[in-house]
């Protein structure tokens, strides 16, 4: 009988060896790497190079294209530079450091940014150049409001508007071919007036880093030399047209005198219901980050994305997707800006 048991006992100590065998062999089976899910292996890797976190169209349009490659399956991760080119540089190699697949660069320097594209290049990491162009290097794509029509927007605005006066003109950062571009492009709307002897220039500055502090003090010294005599200013986005108009009003000019901008930031859609800014350009932010995803997903995936046409940047023609914008005023805020939602009445009047 004793015997029976001490059988009976060792079997059952033995099947509970089999069954925990098993049991920790399915688990171990199931952790395994090489067993599991490949999904997260096979997560393509798009890192956003973006300039500053300061301008309101850079964080939001930033976040808008992060939202739309993660619901395509893709990691993104965003990275702003502080308006510094040494740290966006920095922040791309630690990108390619950590085997990103592409590169997604709205550079601060447009042609410091060569640099950085080489460097991607030497590790068969892709780049796209979003909304400022990089110079003097090919790479594989550009997405973008349609650069070329901005300057000429607000240039033709003006001459639409303003029969003759004095005019201040206004460029970005001479870094950025985007500074230099909207200047060149709304110059030449104005060219034919100015030759005319209509319009007289009285002041025309490019602005470091798109200060609108630099805007300001162009306009003060410009007034100061010109006894406030002025009917127009060309500024290439809202943040130059909002120090361009502190000036303004501090001579009690605010609202008397054409002001463009561009972006279509909430300050700008405030001012342009005040009646202190004339215009702004909308340039339509989740329409640009959604092409962009869109471009990404079909040159990662192996296919051709839907470019509208080329870009010269001065090493050849770069392919590119380009956005069309909407001139902004007091006519149509209501039915461009608070019906279409994307500012409210009570934010815009606030």
């Known amino acids: 009988m004793m015997k029976r048991v001490l059988a009976l006992a060792g079997s059952l100590a033995l099947l509970l060896i089999l069954v925990c065998g098993c049991g920790g062999a399915q688990d171990s089976s199931s952790a ?12 393509k890797f798009v890192g956003i190079l973006f300039p500053s976190a300061m301008v309101d169209r850079w964080p939001a349009e930033a976040e808008f294209l992060k939202a739309d490659l993660e619901a395509l399956g893709y990691r993104a991760e965003i990275q702003y530079a502080d308006e510094n080119a040494n740290t966006q540089h920095q922040q791309a190699e630690n990108f390619i450091t950590q ?57 033709s605005y003006i001459a639409e508007n303003v029969e003759s006066g004095n005019i201040i003109i206004l460029g970005g950062a001479a870094t950025d071919s985007n500074g230099i571009l909207y200047r060149e492009k709304g110059v030449e709307a104005l060219q034919s007036k100015i030759d005319s ?24 010294n410009a007034l100061t030399q010109n006894n406030n005599e002025v009917a127009a200013i060309l500024c290439p986005n809202d943040g130059l047209a909002g120090g361009a108009i502190e000036a303004l009003a501090a001579q009690g000019l605010a609202g008397k005198v054409v002001v463009t901008g561009g972006d279509g930031e909430l300050a700008a859609m ?21 092409a962009a995803a869109e471009a990404i997903d ?46 409210t009445a009570e934010e815009i009047n606030e």
Do not use: H
């Not at 380009?322 to 800006?337: C, G, H, K, P």
């Open 298 to 343: 079909a040159f990662l995936s192996g296919g051709t994305p839907a470019w509208t046409g080329t870009v010269d940047n001065g090493a050849g023609e770069i392919n590119a997707a380009l956005v069309d914008m909407i001139t902004i005023t007091a006519e149509n805020l209501q039915s461009e800006i608070i019906d279409a939602g994307i500012f």
């Open 197 to 220: 002897g209509d319009y007289t220039v009285i002041a025309d500055q490019y602005c470091d880093g798109w200060s609108p502090e630099v805007a300001m003090k162009a306009v003060e």
């Open 270 to 290: 405030k001012r342009i219901a005040e009646g202190t800014q004339t215009m702004t350009i909308l340039k339509p932010s989740e329409k640009i980050a959604g």
């Open 32 to 43: 395994d790497p090489a067993d599991g899910d490949s999904t997260a292996e096979e997560q």
């Open 99 to 155: 085997g990103v697949d592409m590169l997604v660069i709205c550079s601060v320097d447009t042609v410091a940014a060569k640099q950085i594209v080489e460097s991607a290049q030497k590790e068969d990491v892709a780049v796209f150049a979003y909304c400022r162009l990089i110079e003097d290097i090919t790479y594989d794509g550009y997405v973008a409001e349609d650069n070329n029509a901005v300057g000429l927007m607000q240039g």
